[in-house]
C-alpha cells in the first residue's frame, strides 16, 4: 500500500505509516483515505499481533491540512464533518483493535495527530517531539477523540491547559504529565519502537487482548463487576496454549515460545 499512507504486515506487525512528510503530515482528504483503508486492512488480518503507528519526516502529523481548509472556503463545515466522521472511525478502530498497538512521535503533533498518537495503547516520544493543541488557536474544536484521550492520560486540568493554551509542550513534559509513555533520543526512536512492537507480537497475543480490556474499561465499573470480569479472563486464558507453554517455560527457566494460541 502506498500513497500518503504506507500500511505493511509482516512476522505478525502491522506497520502503519504516514507518509506525507513535505506537508507536515498533514491530514487531507488523501491521508484520511489511506488510514481508513490501513486501519480496515490490520482490522481484518488475523495474523497481525501488534501494531506500530509511525510517520516519516521530521513531524509527526501536523494535524488538519490548513491549505485545504482554506480552499473549502464557505463549505468549510461539511468538509470537516468528512473529515472527522471518517478520521474519528480509524482513531476508534485503532484503539479497539484485540492487538497492543505502539505509537512513535516525533517533532511537533498537534491537532488530529494528537488523537492518532494517543488512541496507542503505548506512546513513544522523540526528544524532538512537541505537542500543541492547535485547534481553539484558529477557531476549532477537538476531533478524533483528542480531548477525551488527553483527559484520560493528562487529567481535565491540564487537558484544559493544553486545549486552552496552546503552549507547546516537551517531550519531558508530556512523560512527566503522563501523556506519552517513555521519551527515546530522535536517532534511536524507531529502533526502540521497532524492538518493543516485536516483542509484543512475540507475546500471549490472546492474554495480551483480555489485559487491554480489562484495563481500557475499569474506570467504567464498579470493583466487583472488574473481578468478576478479571476471574473470567483468567479462566479463559488457562485454557490457552500460551498458557501452557508460558508455565511451562517458567519451569524449566528458558524463554516461553507463545504463539498467539
Known sequence: MSGPVRCEVK??????QLD?????????????????????????????????????????????????MQ????????????MA??????????????????????GPVAGGGIGLALCADVVLAAESMRLRGGYTGIGLT???????????????V??????????????????????????HADLLLGAEADALVRRLAEGPTLALA???????????????EHVALENEGMVRSARTQDAQEGIAAFREKRPPRFAGR
Open 11 to 16: 512476522d505478525g506487525v502491522a506497520r502503519i
Open 20 to 68: 506525507r512528510p513535505e506537508q507536515g503530515n498533514a491530514l487531507d482528504v488523501a491521508m484520511k483515505d489511506g488510514l481508513v483503508e490501513a486501519a480496515g486492512r490490520v482490522g481484518r488480518d488475523a495474523s497481525v499481533r501488534a501494531v506500530l503507528l509511525s510517520a516519516s519526516g521530521k513531524m509527526f502529523c501536523a494535524g488538519g491540512d490548513l491549505v485545504a
Open 71 to 82: 480552499a473549502a472556503g464557505p463549505s468549510l463545515d461539511g468538509w470537516i464533518e468528512g
Open 85 to 106: 466522521k471518517a478520521l474519528g472511525e480509524v482513531v476508534l478502530a485503532l484503539s479497539r483493535l484485540p492487538v497492543p498497538v505502539v505509537s512513535a512521535v516525533q
Open 142 to 156: 477537538p476531533d478524533l477523540g483528542t480531548s477525551w484521550l488527553l483527559a484520560r492520560r493528562a487529567g481535565l
Open 158 to 183: 491540564r487537558a484544559k491547559e493544553i486545549l486552552f493554551h496552546n503552549r507547546a509542550l516537551t517531550a519531558k513534559e508530556c512523560l512527566e504529565w503522563g501523556i506519552v509513555s517513555a521519551v
Open 210 to 224: 483480555t489485559v487491554k480490556r480489562l484495563v481500557d474499561g475499569a474506570g467504567d465499573r464498579t470493583l466487583e
